[in-house]
C-alpha cells in the first residue's frame, strides 16, 4: 500500500513506523494469549499500552504532514493519503478495544491503574468491537481519539501515583535516618550517664573507707585519753601501788611533813 501511494519521503518514513508498531502490537497480543501469569499479562499490557502511545503520536504527526502537502499533491493524492490515515486510525482503534477486553480480566491492582474506566464486563467488550466494525471512519476516529486521551490520562495519573510513593519513601527515608541518629546520641548519652555513675560509685566507696579510718583514729585517740585518764585517778587515789608507773611529766604526790617541837623543861 506503501508503495501505490505517492509519499514524501517524510510521510514514507512516518507511514513505515507506524506499520511496524501495528506489527508489534498484533505480535504482542498473540503472546498475551500464551501468558497465563497476570503479572507477566500486566507487564506486556504496560508495554503495548506504550506502543499504542507512540503510534497515536504518529499518526497526529502523520496528519499534520498531510495537511503540509495538501496544497502539493494532487486531490486523488490527498484522498489516498486521508484514507491511508483513517485505516491506521481504525486499526488502533482495534487494538485500543482489544486492549480493553483484556484488562477487564485481570483482576491485578497494576492493571487498575491503568485501566480507562471501561468498567464493562467482557461480553460487553466483545460487544464494542463488533460494534466498531459497523461504525463510520470519522465515527472510528472520534472514538479511536477519545479512547488515545482516555489512556494517556490514565497514564498521567499512575505518573503522579508513582511520583507521591517516591516522594512518600523519600520523606520515610528521611524520617528513619533522624530516629537512628537520635537513638545513636541517646545510646550515647546513656552510656555517659552510666560511666558517670560508676564514678560516682568509686568515690562514695573511697569516701566510706576514709570516713571509717578516721572513726577508728578518733576510737583509738578516745582509748588512749581513756587510759590515761584512769592511770592518773589511780595513781592521785593510792600514790603507794608501785605496779603502776609514774606518768612522764606528772610529778608525784608530795609526803605530809610532820612538824616536830621541843618542849621547855
Do not use: P, Y
Given at each position: 500500500m506503501a508503495n501505490?501511494?505517492?509519499?514524501?519521503p517524510q510521510l514514507e518514513q512516518?507511514?513505515?513506523?507506524?506499520?511496524?508498531?501495528?506489527?508489534?502490537?498484533?505480535?504482542?497480543?498473540?503472546?498475551?494469549?500464551?501468558?497465563?501469569?497476570?503479572?507477566r499479562q500486566s507487564k506486556q499490557l504496560e508495554e503495548l499500552t506504550g506502543r499504542m502511545k507512540e503510534c497515536k503520536r504518529l499518526v497526529k504527526e502523520f496528519d499534520r504532514e498531510i495537511k503540509v502537502e495538501e496544497s502539493k499533491n494532487p486531490p486523488e493524492v490527498n484522498k489516498q493519503l486521508n484514507?491511508?490515515?483513517q485505516s491506521m486510525i481504525k486499526e488502533l482503534n482495534s487494538y485500543v478495544q482489544l486492549r480493553k477486553t483484556y484488562m477487564n480480566s485481570l483482576d491485578n491492582k497494576r492493571v487498575e491503574l491503568f485501566d480507562m474506566g471501561a468498567g464493562a464486563s467482557e461480553p460487553m467488550a466483545e460487544e464494542n468491537v463488533r460494534m466498531a466494525s459497523a461504525m463510520s471512519n470519522q465515527e472510528l476516529?472520534?472514538?479511536?481519539?477519545?479512547?488515545?486521551?482516555?489512556?494517556?490520562?490514565?497514564?498521567?495519573?499512575?505518573?503522579?501515583?508513582?511520583e507521591q510513593t517516591i516522594e512518600v519513601g523519600t520523606q520515610?527515608?528521611?524520617?528513619?535516618?533522624?530516629?537512628?541518629?537520635?537513638?545513636?546520641?541517646?545510646?550515647?548519652?546513656?552510656d555517659t550517664i552510666q560511666f558517670s555513675i560508676k564514678k560516682a560509685s568509686q568515690l562514695v566507696k573511697e569516701i566510706g573507707r576514709q570516713v571509717a579510718t578516721d572513726k577508728c583514729i578518733m576510737l583509738f585517740l578516745f582509748l588512749i585519753v581513756c587510759g590515761v585518764i584512769a592511770i592518773i585517778i589511780v595513781k592521785v587515789v593510792n600514790p603507794s601501788n608501785k605496779n603502776i608507773r609514774d606518768i612522764p611529766g606528772l610529778a608525784p604526790p608530795a609526803p605530809s611533813r610532820r612538824l616536830l617541837y621541843a618542849r621547855d623543861p
Open positions: 501505490e501511494l505517492q509519499m514524501s512516518i507511514h513505515g513506523e507506524i506499520k511496524d508498531n501495528f506489527r508489534a502490537l498484533s505480535n504482542g497480543f498473540q503472546r498475551l494469549n500464551n501468558i497465563k501469569d497476570s503479572n484514507d491511508e490515515k476516529v472520534d472514538a479511536g481519539v477519545k479512547t488515545m486521551n482516555e489512556t494517556d490520562q490514565a497514564i498521567e495519573r499512575s505518573k503522579q501515583v508513582v520515610t527515608a528521611v524520617t528513619l535516618k533522624g530516629q537512628t541518629e537520635q537513638m545513636g546520641r541517646i545510646v550515647n548519652e546513656l
